[in-house]
Structures are given as structure tokens and as C-alpha cells.
């Protein structure tokens, strides 16, 4: 069955089982409910019975829809699997448990302040937790990985005399929008606000921070890599710019190869100049050597077309 499939059934159940019971639940539950507990067994923070409701299911759709939305990448390393199902399992789980000790503790009460929550159900809850990441993580880990290695011949393209050829490709990162759209969604409303005169102080403290998540989810957003004549162009952004430009005179060979956020450190820029990775989502890479021994990695679609035209133009330009 296809993991995507799988993530979507596992989905829709684990929406059901946090909708479902404080639902069924509602008349013998205080209003508002407890829903958080200091170091001891007392309750120190309520919440509306709707807004604990509508906070439980978003904390589980939002991470839930990414996933879905990244499963295609996300399973196409050995590591990448193991970490997408422990986390999908892992998350459904320890929500579930929290759904049900917050009902457990707040039924047939008539005021939050009685709810009591001991110290072994939180444990039991983590243990389960653990227990789903390592179970998933496990069973999903499939066949060891057969990607090629840096010693195999690298691809070369074969270019006919005089041809011009161009390579474009585009890769979209979806925790980058989804981090873009935020940012811009809390900048309006919270700017709206501030111009009426609803809000001020700390709250409009926050716009800065709403608008540096803003500028970086849509630089960080989608990348473009452009190979043509004399170089690599890498475009960050809607508008590919910022843009950085790499001489091919300064690239040895390039490769496509398969990486994961897990092992380079996760996403975004990863390493440091001359070992560096541009991580927008685990799968596909293009991976150029220079000449200097250095190695940049890009995660792009199309990698391996990429690489045999920069490979076939690197040696048009030694045998001029």
C-alpha cells in the first residue's frame, strides 16, 4: 500500500479519535476545561472547551497535511522513511493520549481547578509515544538505499557541435511556504489591528519577527537552478533572486545523488563553504565537486540531466 495512503487513512482516524470523544463527552465536562499542569498534580491553565478542541485538531492537521504533502520525497531514503513514519505515528499517538488524559482528568467535574493529572499517566503517555516512533521508524525503514555512488562514472550528456543546450529546473519547499503564509497571514492581521487601534505594546512588539518569517519563507520558499554556457545559476525565491552564480571553469564533475534533511543537519543551508547543501526537501540532489575539492549539493528535480550537461559542457570547454 502506498505510504501516502497510509498517512491519509491514519489521518482521518486520528481526527476522528480527538473529535469525537470530548463530543460524546461534552454535557459531563466542566467549562472551561483544565488543560495544563505545572510540576505538580494541580492544574495551572484553562481553555474554552471549543478552543481546546479546535487547538488539538490543528496541532494534528497542520503536521499531519505536510507530511502527506512531502511523502513522495520525504520515503526516497532509507533514513527518510524511517524518520517520515516515526514521526507520523509518533504524533497521532502522543496526541491521542494527550486528548484522553485531559478528558480523563476533567470528567464529571463541575469547576477546571479539581482536574488532577499524575505523574505515571504522563509517563505511560511518552512511553507509548516512543514505543510508536521506534515500532513505525522500524517497520517503515524498507530495503537498504541503492543509490550510486561518488567513485561511479559520472553522466554526460552528448552535445552535438555548435548546439546550445539549457537545463532549468524548479523545486518548491512546502514547510517554507507554509512558514511564508503564516508570517504574512500574522503580519496582516496584526498590522490591521495596529493601524485601528485595537492593539499595541507587545503584541506589535512581534511584527518584526512576523516580517523577518516572512522575508526568509519566501526566499526559502523555492529555488531555480539554471546550467547554460558558462555556468551555474542558483535562484532563491518566487523571482530567483537572490541568485548565485557558479563559473563551470570552477567545477570538476557533478553527480546526482540521493540525500535527506537527517543527514545533513535539515533544512535550509546546510554546512559550511566548500561543504555545503541547499536543503529544500529530502530526496534528488544535484552535487557538484570543484576543482578545489569542495562539494556543493542542491536538492532539485531532474538532477541527473543537470549533471550530464554540466559534465558534457565541462569537457567541451577542455577540449577547446
Same mark, same amino acid.
Given at each position: 500500500m502506498k505510504p501516502r495512503v497510509v498517512a491519509i487513512g491514519w489521518g482521518l482516524a486520528v481526527t476522528a479519535v480527538l473529535l469525537v470523544p470530548p463530543l460524546a463527552l461534552r454535557d459531563r465536562l466542566p467549562e472551561p476545561l483544565a488543560t495544563h499542569w505545572g510540576s505538580g498534580s494541580m492544574p495551572d491553565g484553562s481553555m474554552p472547551f471549543t478552543s481546546y478542541l479546535l $487547538?488539538?485538531?490543528? /496541532?494534528? @492537521?497542520?503536521?499531519? /497535511?505536510? $507530511?502527506?504533502?512531502?511523502?513522495g520525497r520525504a520515503i526516497t531514503r532509507r533514513q527518510g522513511r524511517m524518520v517520515w513514519w516515526g514521526c507520523l505515528f509518533a504524533l497521532g499517538v502522543m496526541l491521542t493520549g494527550v486528548n484522553a488524559q485531559t478528558l480523563a482528568a476533567n470528567l464529571d467535574l463541575s469547576d477546571w481547578t479539581g482536574a488532577r493529572l499524575t505523574g505515571w499517566q504522563v509517563a505511560v503517555m511518552l512511553l507509548a509515544t516512543l514505543a510508536a516512533a521506534v515500532l513505525a521508524g522500524y517497520l517503515g525503514r524498507g530495503a537498504p538505499d541503492q543509490s550510486p555512488g561518488q567513485d561511479a562514472a559520472p553522466p554526460r550528456m552528448r552535445l552535438r557541435p555548435g548546439q546550445r543546450t539549457v537545463w532549468v529546473s524548479h523545486v518548491v519547499s512546502v514547510l517554507a511556504v507554509v512558514a511564508a503564509l503564516a508570517g504574512l497571514a500574522a503580519l496582516a492581521v496584526t498590522g490591521t489591528l495596529f493601524l485601528v487601534g485595537t492593539v499595541s505594546g507587545p503584541l506589535v512588539a512581534l511584527l518584526p519577527g512576523f516580517v523577518i518569517i516572512s522575508v526568509v519563507g519566501l526566499a526559502g $520558499?523555492?529555488?531555480?537552478?539554471?546550467?547554460? *554556457?558558462? !555556468?551555474?545559476?542558483?535562484?532563491?525565491?518566487?523571482?530567483?533572486?537572490? @541568485?548565485?552564480?557558479?563559473?563551470?571553469?570552477?567545477?570538476?564533475?557533478?553527480?546526482?545523488?540521493?540525500?535527506?534533511?537527517?543527514?545533513?543537519? *535539515?533544512?535550509? /543551508?546546510?554546512?559550511?563553504?566548500? !561543504?555545503?547543501?541547499? $536543503?529544500?526537501?529530502?530526496?534528488?540532489?544535484?552535487?557538484?565537486?570543484?576543482?578545489?575539492?569542495?562539494?556543493? @549539493?542542491?536538492?532539485?528535480?531532474?538532477?541527473?540531466? *543537470?549533471?550530464?550537461?554540466?559534465?558534457a559542457l565541462i569537457t567541451e570547454r577542455a577540449e577547446l
Open positions: $487547538m488539538v485538531v490543528l /496541532l494534528w @492537521a497542520v503536521p499531519w /497535511l505536510v $507530511m502527506v504533502a512531502v511523502a $520558499m523555492s529555488l531555480t537552478v539554471t546550467v547554460s *554556457g558558462d !555556468s551555474l545559476v542558483i535562484g532563491f525565491g518566487p523571482f530567483g533572486w537572490p @541568485a548565485r552564480r557558479i563559473p563551470l571553469s570552477r567545477i570538476e564533475q557533478a553527480w546526482a545523488e540521493e540525500r535527506s534533511p537527517a543527514q545533513v543537519g *535539515g533544512w535550509g /543551508l546546510r554546512g559550511l563553504p566548500g !561543504s555545503a547543501t541547499i $536543503m529544500l526537501r529530502g530526496g534528488e540532489c544535484l552535487v557538484v565537486r570543484y576543482h578545489s575539492g569542495g562539494q556543493l @549539493a542542491i536538492s532539485i528535480d531532474d538532477a541527473e540531466r *543537470g549533471a550530464s550537461l554540466i559534465n
